[in-house]
């Protein structure tokens, strides 16, 4: 049936349904979407929670009597119709005092504001109810790097993450954070441009479990890298702590495709690793319609990401019990009790008993390990023909 509901924990930011459809070179082809009724159509669809940056929901320059308002009127439409906010954000990409960086400006009084901005929303999110907070330092680079700021730009970026991992705590928020990386777009270099880079910077932090990852499918994509590569390493980390799903092709802008909508075969394997290895946050699709859509569009893209990945799920299911791709698996993997014995631990005698081993090198080199009919296995049975 394909029909989601809220224990398969997929959710959208307000920002991805409610794109209105500007891009660079053209105005909003869509009307905006207000957060109540976005709340009400994605339950709607069986969605099981909303995303959110602090401006998509209160504008920049907002009064308080009109915050309170937009809050008030978000949470009442969030319990009528039992959706939660699991993630929320900051935008420190918009507004043009963010232009050359937010934690990262070579001017004090911007990376004081981010942090001001930054605390507000942390505030905002946690009235929301959400547990994780994400930071996608999408202006956090450079164009040119004359400004020689590349060094003094990580400082900047760790001091701030560290005294709001402290303000979280001290306000009692105990939030977990997210860092999501991209390659390039809107600046022409982003730092911490990759998965590898964020893992490496978080064990700068002073308080490393405190952050993992956002890794998402596109931005990896952009950056030439397999998603599920990037993730499987995440995960051996321990740190995936959301995921943005989406999809892209190569060597293009910033598509935030529907899910599935170019690389399938990857999205299975990316499905399957998820599932296999039981991730139980939420499935959080940062993508939107094409710009072409009307509004009709917008729901058929958000509810095709859910059946997607429903699909794929249940191919990966297929997948484990398919007898002849297990086998072809199982001869796949080569194992040696004995072998495997002396080479798990380092011991000076299982060192000496390796090294006075011989080895049937030409055997080893001849043997066809079978991946090409593996492979046939999993395209036919994606294809729906097995
Ligand atoms: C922006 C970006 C996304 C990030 C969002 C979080 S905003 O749309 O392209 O990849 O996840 O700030
Ligand atoms: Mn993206
Ligand atoms: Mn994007
Ligand atoms: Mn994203």
């Given amino acids: 049936s394909y029909t989601p509901t809220p224990a398969d924990k997929f959710t959208f930011g307000l920002w991805t349904v409610g794109n209105p459809g500007r891009d660079p070179f053209g105005e909003p082809t869509r009307q905006p979407l207000s957060a109540p009724s976005i709340v009400e159509r994605l339950a709607g669809l069986g969605a099981y929670g909303v995303n959110l940056h602090d401006n998509d929901l209160v504008p920049i320059d907002a009064a308080a009597a009109e915050r309170d308002r937009l809050v008030r009127e978000f949470k009442q439409a969030l319990s009528d119709h039992g959706l939660v906010v699991p993630m929320a954000t900051t935008n420190l990409f918009t507004d043009p005092a963010f232009k050359d960086g937010a934690f990262t400006s ?24 959400a547990q994780t907070y994400v930071f996608w330092g999408g202006r956090e680079g450079t164009e040119v790097d004359a400004g020689g700021k590349l060094l003094d730009a990580l400082s900047w970026f760790r001091d701030s993450l560290n005294f709001l991992a402290e303000y979280s705590r001290s306000q009692g928020y105990n939030y977990r954070f997210a860092l999501e990386p991209k390659p390039n777009e809107p600046r022409g270099d982003i730092f911490l441009p990759t998965v590898g880079s964020a893992l490496g910077f978080i064990a700068t932090l002073d308080q490393p479990d405190l952050f993992g990852l ?25 740190k995936l702590f959301h ?32 599932e296999d290895t039981g991730y139980d946050g939420p499935r959080h699709f940062d993508a939107h319609a094409l710009r072409t859509e009307d509004e009709g569009g917008v729901w ?12 794929l799920r249940e191919k990966a299911r297929q997948w484990g019990e398919d007898a002849e791709i297990q086998a072809a698996l199982a001869a796949y993997r080569v194992e040696d009790e004995e072998l495997q014995g002396l080479t798990g631990k380092f011991s ?14 030409e ?10 009919q593996l492979d046939q296995l999993t395209v036919e049975l994606l294809l729906g023909v097995r």
């Fill in 348 to 361: 000076p005698e299982n060192a000496r008993a390796l090294k006075r081993r011989s080895f049937d090198r």
């Fill in 300 to 311: 058929a893209f958000a509810r095709g990401c859910m059946r997607t990945y429903l699909i």
């Fill in 363 to 372: 055997m080893l080199g001849r043997r066809g390990p079978g991946l090409e």
């Fill in 243 to 274: 995921i943005d799903l989406n999809d892209q092709k190569p060597g293009r802008f910033d598509q935030d495709l529907r899910f599935g909508a170019e690389n399938l075969k990857t999205a299975f394997f990316l499905v399957k690793l998820l």
């Fill in 106 to 129: 070579a001017d004090a009084r911007v990376r004081a504001y981010a942090l001001h901005k930054t605390m507000l929303s942390m505030d905002l999110g946690h009235e929301l109810g």
């Fill in 214 to 238: 956002n890794p998402e499918f596109a931005h990896e994509t952009m950056a030439g890298l397999s998603f599920p590569h990037a993730v499987a390493q995440v995960i051996d980390a321990g």
